[in-house]
C-alpha cells in the first residue's frame, strides 16, 4: 500500500487526498463506511504510523511502463485490535 500511495503523491496528488483515499474513501468503496476509515472515541482502532522519507524504488509494470522515486511512504508501526504487528524504527 504504500508504494501505491508513494506512487500517487509522486504524480502529484495532495498528501491529504492520499490518505484520505487509503483511510474513508477505501471504506466507504466497500461499503463500510462507518465501520472503517476513521477514528473515533470508544472505538477499535487499526492504525499504521507513516513516515515520507527518501528512498529509492524503482517500478516497472507488465506494460513497461516505469516509475522511479526518490522519496516514499515508508511503514514504522502497524497497531491492530490493541495489538502491534509490525515496529520498524520505533
Known amino acids: 500500500m504504500t ?7 509522486a504524480l502529484g496528488m495532495e498528501e491529504t487526498a ?3 483515499a487509503v483511510t474513508s474513501s477505501a471504506a466507504k468503496a466497500v461499503k463500510r463506511e462507518g465501520e472503517w476509515g476513521r477514528l473515533a472515541v470508544g472505538r477499535e482502532a487499526d492504525i499504521a504510523v507513516l513516515s515520507y522519507e527518501k528512498q529509492s524504488v524503482d517500478i516497472t509494470d507488465r506494460a ?5 522515486l526518490n522519496e516514499g ?6 497497531v491492530a485490535n490493541g495489538k502491534i ?3 520498524n524504527g520505533i
Open 3 to 9: 508504494m501505491c500511495m508513494s506512487i500517487c503523491r
Open 18 to 20: 492520499v490518505l484520505r
Open 64 to 68: 513497461k511502463n516505469r516509475v522511479v
Open 73 to 78: 511512504y515508508a511503514c514504522r508501526l502497524t
Open 85 to 87: 504487528l509490525y515496529r
